[in-house]
């Protein structure tokens, strides 16, 4: 199983609070994802990290921050959330592999946010 | 947008019959890969299959590649009731998913 931890699994907060979601790996992986996905929709890609102080945004725009100080933790903030914010945040991780190829992703079991 | 594309979107079967659902793509690739999320769970990695191989088992499923088409088809056999799940293929370096196949065996 995939030593990859997402807290909380649950989180319903109020409109302009911050909030962090936490994400920890202890595979010692490289690269890191954070993913947004709605009742039974597809996932968007909204921020990537390859290592260390390295931070991208993905194909989906999003309000979120991330930041990458340690391998195993990749940490998601929301400055001050909103409603069009609910939805469920998966973060995932995968060894390091050639540029142009793919290692299998390692999933968490998702963070569930509600901001009424 | 986004790369993949599975079809159908949902499927229901009964336990025992055979399970296949197909994914479409956009660009070339290096590889192709199928996951599978129980409901409102993380995805679980099932089969990776790489641009120069056509054919790939693992257990009961089966996975194909036609990169002529840009498509991959993967097949369960003899599902189980635990096999609902949705099921989603995924491509490039930045794991593209698609929109998924809800996937409901009934005992």
């Known amino acids: 199983e995939a030593d990859i931890y997402q807290t909380p699994r649950y989180l319903v907060i109020g409109t302009g609070k911050k909030i962090t979601l936490e994400c920890s790996q202890t595979?010692?992986?490289?690269?890191m994802y954070w993913y947004q996905q709605d009742p039974g929709m597809e996932l968007h890609l909204i921020h990537y990290s390859y290592g260390v102080n390295s931070t991208e945004k993905g194909d989906l725009s999003s309000e979120s921050t991330v930041s990458r100080i340690r391998t195993e933790h990749f940490p998601l903030t929301l400055e001050s959330a909103r409603p069009s914010h609910t939805s469920q945040y998966l973060c995932?991780?995968?060894?390091?592999?050639?540029?142009?190829?793919?290692?299998?992703?390692?999933f968490g079991s998702g963070t569930q946010l509600s901001v009424l | 947008s986004q790369q993949g594309e599975e079809d159908p979107q949902a499927l229901s079967i009964q336990e025992g019959e055979n399970a296949t659902m197909n994914c479409s793509y956009k660009t070339s690739i290096n590889n192709l890969q199928w996951y599978r999320q129980n409901s409102g769970r993380g995805l679980v990695h099932l089969i990776l299959i790489r641009s120069n191989e056509r054919e790939k088992h693992s257990g009961r499923l089966r996975v194909t590649l036609d990169t002529s088409k840009k498509s991959s088809s993967l097949l369960i056999t003899a599902s189980r009731a635990a096999d609902t799940a949705s099921y989603f293929c995924?491509?490039?370096?930045?794991?593209?998913f698609g929109t998924g196949t809800r996937l409901k065996v009934l005992a």
């Open positions: 995924a491509t490039g370096v930045k794991y593209i």
């Open positions: 995932a991780s995968s060894p390091r592999g050639a540029t142009t190829t793919n290692e299998k992703l390692f």
């Open positions: 595979m010692g992986h490289d690269k």
